[in-house]
């Protein structure tokens, strides 16, 4: 199979998971919006998907690489939402505030500060609150009810604009365990950014984003589902 066909594949499957992960949940398939996560995908990869017209919201974990990709002038011309989903080092929220539509990876309040006196005249900048779901030291985020109150403290910044959550699950979670942790997340979520107001739940990624569908995700982000070379491998 020639690569062009391979992504096309593996698009196709993991629309396909989307859906059927929505049926199972009662839900609209129009209420969950694919996140494409390109930090570790191949220039040539992400411009055949855009080009196709198949992806829209795009995600890249560090500053410096994503402006290096999409400033370029192959892929300017695209109408892309850039979502940075790694963390945000307080010294690159300059650069952050002008570039990016979302940071999905909002923990600190003096770091959202920096962002807010950045944003450019008549952008709002959108962000979500990283809810941390493991106690490893390594992973960014707040744990559940720290996240909740840099919520209301956000509230009060002009030029972001706090529109959910995200949390990145326990790598290789039971089931029932990641259902537990997304549904905990769902909750406050509900609370916090109640429906009919603009809001984005981001959970699940490649091995998990079914399950988080299930459980009420918005925005589930996958990078080596969509972009791998042999989809066997990490079906
Ligand atoms: C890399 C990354 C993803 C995508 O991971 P895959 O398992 O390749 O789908 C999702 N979310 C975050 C925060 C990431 O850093």
Known sequence: MNREDQLLQNYKKVKEALSTACQHAGRSPEEVTLLAVTKYAKDSDVL???????IKHVGESRVQQALL???SPDFV?????????????????????QFFDFIDSLDDFSTAQALDRHVPQGKVLRGLVQIKLTNRDSQSGLPLERARELVRQLRTLPHVKVCGYMAIAPQGGAENELKRLFAE?????DVDFPAGTERYLSLGMSEDFTIAVEAGSTLPRIGSKLFADNLQEVV
């Open 69 to 71: 990709r999409w400033q």
């Open 77 to 97: 011309p695209f109408a892309t939402v850039k979502h940075l989903i790694g963390h945000l080092q307080h010294n690159k929220a300059a650069k952050a505030a």
């Open 48 to 54: 055949f998907l855009l080009r196709q017209g198949l």
């Open 185 to 189: 997340v769902k909750k406050a979520f």
